[in-house]
Antibody, heavy 121, light 107 residues
Framework: EVQLVQSGAEVKKPGESLKISCKDSGNSFTNYWIGWVRQMPGKGLEWMGVIYPRDSDTRYSPSFQGQVTISADKSISTAYLQWSSLKASDTAMYYC??????????????WGQGTMVTVSS | IVLTQSPGTLSLSPGERATLSCRASQSVISDYLAWYQQKPGQAPRLLISGTSSRATGIPDRFSGSGSGTDFTLTISRLEAEDFAVYYCQQYGSALFTFGPGTKVDIK
Protein backbone atom coordinates (compact mmCIF):
# COMPACT_ATOMS: atom_id res chain seq x y z
CA GLU A 1 0.00 0.00 0.00
CA VAL A 2 1.38 3.37 -1.00
CA GLN A 3 1.85 5.83 1.80
CA LEU A 4 3.24 9.33 1.72
CA VAL A 5 5.13 10.14 4.91
CA GLN A 6 5.99 13.76 5.52
CA SER A 7 8.71 15.27 7.68
CA GLY A 8 7.88 16.67 11.09
CA ALA A 9 6.65 20.05 12.24
CA GLU A 10 8.98 23.02 11.89
CA VAL A 11 9.29 26.29 13.80
CA LYS A 12 11.35 28.89 12.01
CA LYS A 13 12.12 32.60 12.11
CA PRO A 14 11.34 35.02 9.29
CA GLY A 15 14.12 35.06 6.72
CA GLU A 16 15.26 31.51 7.42
CA SER A 17 15.29 28.78 4.80
CA LEU A 18 13.43 25.48 5.01
CA LYS A 19 13.06 22.25 3.07
CA ILE A 20 10.32 19.78 3.98
CA SER A 21 9.99 16.30 2.59
CA CYS A 22 7.47 13.72 1.46
CA LYS A 23 8.61 10.10 1.18
CA ASP A 24 6.75 7.47 -0.79
CA SER A 25 6.73 4.06 0.89
CA GLY A 26 5.67 2.24 -2.28
CA ASN A 27 7.59 1.20 -5.37
CA SER A 28 6.06 3.41 -8.06
CA PHE A 29 7.37 6.86 -7.15
CA THR A 30 8.37 7.63 -10.73
CA ASN A 31 5.01 6.61 -12.18
CA TYR A 32 2.88 9.43 -10.86
CA TRP A 33 2.83 13.10 -9.92
CA ILE A 34 3.37 14.51 -6.44
CA GLY A 35 1.60 17.73 -5.60
CA TRP A 36 1.88 20.16 -2.70
CA VAL A 37 -1.12 21.85 -1.09
CA ARG A 38 -1.13 24.65 1.48
CA GLN A 39 -3.76 25.09 4.17
CA MET A 40 -3.43 28.20 6.27
CA PRO A 41 -4.92 28.07 9.77
CA GLY A 42 -8.70 27.84 9.58
CA LYS A 43 -8.68 28.24 5.80
CA GLY A 44 -9.20 26.16 2.67
CA LEU A 45 -6.93 24.20 0.37
CA GLU A 46 -4.55 25.94 -2.05
CA TRP A 47 -2.67 24.03 -4.74
CA MET A 48 0.99 25.04 -4.95
CA GLY A 49 2.47 22.84 -7.64
CA VAL A 50 3.23 19.33 -8.86
CA ILE A 51 6.30 17.40 -9.92
CA TYR A 52 6.77 14.23 -11.98
CA PRO A 53 9.77 12.60 -10.30
CA ARG A 54 10.74 10.49 -13.32
CA ASP A 55 11.90 13.56 -15.27
CA SER A 56 11.41 16.37 -12.70
CA ASP A 57 8.77 18.05 -14.87
CA THR A 58 7.39 20.68 -12.47
CA ARG A 59 4.31 22.89 -12.73
CA TYR A 60 3.59 25.75 -10.32
CA SER A 61 0.50 27.69 -9.40
CA PRO A 62 1.00 31.32 -10.46
CA SER A 63 0.37 32.24 -6.80
CA PHE A 64 3.42 30.27 -5.68
CA GLN A 65 5.75 30.54 -8.69
CA GLY A 66 9.01 32.08 -7.49
CA GLN A 67 7.98 31.77 -3.84
CA VAL A 68 8.84 28.09 -3.35
CA THR A 69 10.81 25.36 -5.09
CA ILE A 70 9.50 21.85 -5.64
CA SER A 71 12.00 19.08 -6.29
CA ALA A 72 12.34 15.32 -6.06
CA ASP A 73 15.03 12.68 -5.58
CA LYS A 74 13.79 9.53 -7.27
CA SER A 75 16.67 7.48 -5.87
CA ILE A 76 15.11 7.78 -2.41
CA SER A 77 11.46 8.23 -3.50
CA THR A 78 11.22 11.62 -1.85
CA ALA A 79 9.73 14.93 -2.94
CA TYR A 80 10.59 18.27 -1.40
CA LEU A 81 9.14 21.71 -0.89
CA GLN A 82 11.55 24.47 -0.02
CA TRP A 83 11.70 28.14 0.83
CA SER A 84 14.79 30.36 0.67
CA SER A 85 13.41 33.08 2.92
CA LEU A 86 10.37 32.36 5.04
CA LYS A 87 7.72 34.93 5.94
CA ALA A 88 5.20 34.89 8.76
CA SER A 89 2.51 34.42 6.11
CA ASP A 90 4.04 31.03 5.24
CA THR A 91 2.67 29.68 8.52
CA ALA A 92 0.43 26.83 7.44
CA MET A 93 -0.06 23.10 7.15
CA TYR A 94 1.52 21.71 4.00
CA TYR A 95 0.31 18.47 2.45
CA CYS A 96 1.87 16.38 -0.27
CA UNK A 97 -0.45 14.22 -2.34
CA UNK A 98 -0.30 11.80 -5.25
CA UNK A 99 -1.95 12.30 -8.62
CA UNK A 100 -1.82 9.26 -10.88
CA UNK A 101 -2.24 11.30 -14.02
CA UNK A 102 -2.71 14.84 -15.25
CA UNK A 103 -4.44 13.57 -18.37
CA UNK A 104 -7.06 11.15 -17.05
CA UNK A 105 -9.16 12.15 -14.01
CA UNK A 106 -6.52 14.40 -12.42
CA UNK A 107 -7.08 14.18 -8.67
CA UNK A 108 -5.07 13.57 -5.52
CA UNK A 109 -5.91 10.10 -4.29
CA UNK A 110 -3.32 9.61 -1.56
CA TRP A 111 -2.26 12.30 0.89
CA GLY A 112 0.54 12.68 3.37
CA GLN A 113 -0.23 13.43 6.98
CA GLY A 114 0.81 17.06 6.64
CA THR A 115 3.74 19.14 7.89
CA MET A 116 2.95 22.14 10.08
CA VAL A 117 5.28 25.07 9.42
CA THR A 118 5.25 27.94 11.91
CA VAL A 119 7.17 31.11 11.12
CA SER A 120 7.47 33.51 14.02
CA SER A 121 10.03 35.89 15.39
CA ILE B 1 -10.86 28.93 -13.51
CA VAL B 2 -12.44 30.03 -10.23
CA LEU B 3 -14.62 27.60 -8.29
CA THR B 4 -17.47 28.78 -6.08
CA GLN B 5 -19.13 26.42 -3.59
CA SER B 6 -22.53 26.83 -2.02
CA PRO B 7 -23.80 26.95 0.55
CA GLY B 8 -20.90 27.94 2.76
CA THR B 9 -22.40 25.95 5.62
CA LEU B 10 -25.09 23.30 5.49
CA SER B 11 -26.78 22.38 8.77
CA LEU B 12 -28.52 19.02 8.60
CA SER B 13 -29.49 16.10 10.79
CA PRO B 14 -28.22 12.51 10.46
CA GLY B 15 -30.29 10.64 7.91
CA GLU B 16 -31.01 13.72 5.82
CA ARG B 17 -29.88 14.29 2.25
CA ALA B 18 -27.08 16.76 1.57
CA THR B 19 -26.71 18.54 -1.75
CA LEU B 20 -23.52 20.53 -2.26
CA SER B 21 -22.92 22.77 -5.26
CA CYS B 22 -19.72 23.67 -7.08
CA ARG B 23 -19.86 26.27 -9.83
CA ALA B 24 -16.96 27.10 -12.17
CA SER B 25 -16.24 30.42 -13.82
CA GLN B 26 -15.60 28.59 -17.10
CA SER B 27 -16.55 25.21 -18.46
CA VAL B 28 -14.70 22.30 -16.84
CA ILE B 29 -13.96 19.01 -18.58
CA SER B 30 -16.09 16.49 -16.69
CA ASP B 31 -13.14 14.14 -16.26
CA TYR B 32 -11.30 16.92 -14.44
CA LEU B 33 -13.68 17.61 -11.53
CA ALA B 34 -13.12 15.99 -8.13
CA TRP B 35 -14.49 16.21 -4.59
CA TYR B 36 -12.69 15.82 -1.26
CA GLN B 37 -13.76 15.47 2.36
CA GLN B 38 -11.72 16.91 5.20
CA LYS B 39 -12.34 16.35 8.89
CA PRO B 40 -10.71 18.47 11.63
CA GLY B 41 -7.07 17.58 12.17
CA GLN B 42 -6.98 15.23 9.18
CA ALA B 43 -5.66 15.36 5.64
CA PRO B 44 -8.24 15.63 2.87
CA ARG B 45 -9.64 12.41 1.42
CA LEU B 46 -10.59 11.92 -2.21
CA LEU B 47 -14.27 11.06 -2.58
CA ILE B 48 -15.06 11.51 -6.26
CA SER B 49 -12.98 11.97 -9.40
CA GLY B 50 -14.05 12.48 -12.99
CA THR B 51 -17.28 14.15 -11.72
CA SER B 52 -18.97 10.89 -10.70
CA SER B 53 -16.48 8.06 -10.03
CA ARG B 54 -16.20 7.14 -6.37
CA ALA B 55 -12.69 6.61 -5.08
CA THR B 56 -11.69 3.29 -3.55
CA GLY B 57 -13.57 2.56 -0.34
CA ILE B 58 -16.03 5.45 -0.61
CA PRO B 59 -19.58 4.39 0.32
CA ASP B 60 -22.27 4.58 -2.32
CA ARG B 61 -24.26 7.18 -0.35
CA PHE B 62 -21.79 9.64 -1.94
CA SER B 63 -22.50 10.53 -5.55
CA GLY B 64 -21.34 13.21 -7.95
CA SER B 65 -22.97 14.69 -11.01
CA GLY B 66 -22.88 17.68 -13.30
CA SER B 67 -21.28 19.10 -16.40
CA GLY B 68 -19.99 22.32 -17.89
CA THR B 69 -19.92 24.83 -15.07
CA ASP B 70 -22.29 23.23 -12.54
CA PHE B 71 -21.41 20.20 -10.43
CA THR B 72 -23.05 18.58 -7.43
CA LEU B 73 -21.99 16.28 -4.62
CA THR B 74 -24.90 14.44 -3.01
CA ILE B 75 -24.82 12.51 0.24
CA SER B 76 -28.00 10.49 0.19
CA ARG B 77 -28.35 9.88 3.95
CA LEU B 78 -25.97 11.63 6.27
CA GLU B 79 -24.18 9.52 8.82
CA ALA B 80 -22.36 10.85 11.86
CA GLU B 81 -18.96 10.51 10.20
CA ASP B 82 -20.03 12.62 7.20
CA PHE B 83 -20.07 15.90 9.08
CA ALA B 84 -16.98 17.60 7.66
CA VAL B 85 -15.82 20.16 5.11
CA TYR B 86 -16.13 19.29 1.42
CA TYR B 87 -14.01 20.78 -1.37
CA CYS B 88 -14.41 20.57 -5.10
CA GLN B 89 -11.31 20.72 -7.31
CA GLN B 90 -10.78 21.14 -11.02
CA TYR B 91 -7.80 20.73 -13.30
CA GLY B 92 -7.42 22.88 -16.38
CA SER B 93 -4.70 24.74 -18.30
CA ALA B 94 -2.07 22.82 -16.31
CA LEU B 95 -3.43 24.21 -13.04
CA PHE B 96 -5.35 22.71 -10.17
CA THR B 97 -7.91 24.87 -8.37
CA PHE B 98 -9.84 24.13 -5.19
CA GLY B 99 -13.16 25.65 -4.23
CA PRO B 100 -13.51 27.42 -0.86
CA GLY B 101 -15.35 24.51 0.72
CA THR B 102 -18.77 23.71 2.17
CA LYS B 103 -19.00 22.81 5.83
CA VAL B 104 -21.65 20.24 6.66
CA ASP B 105 -22.47 20.44 10.33
CA ILE B 106 -24.99 18.86 12.65
CA LYS B 107 -28.28 20.72 13.05
Amino acid sequence: EVQLVQSGAEVKKPGESLKISCKDSGNSFTNYWIGWVRQMPGKGLEWMGVIYPRDSDTRYSPSFQGQVTISADKSISTAYLQWSSLKASDTAMYYCARALSLVRSPAFDIWGQGTMVTVSS
Amino acid sequence: IVLTQSPGTLSLSPGERATLSCRASQSVISDYLAWYQQKPGQAPRLLISGTSSRATGIPDRFSGSGSGTDFTLTISRLEAEDFAVYYCQQYGSALFTFGPGTKVDIK
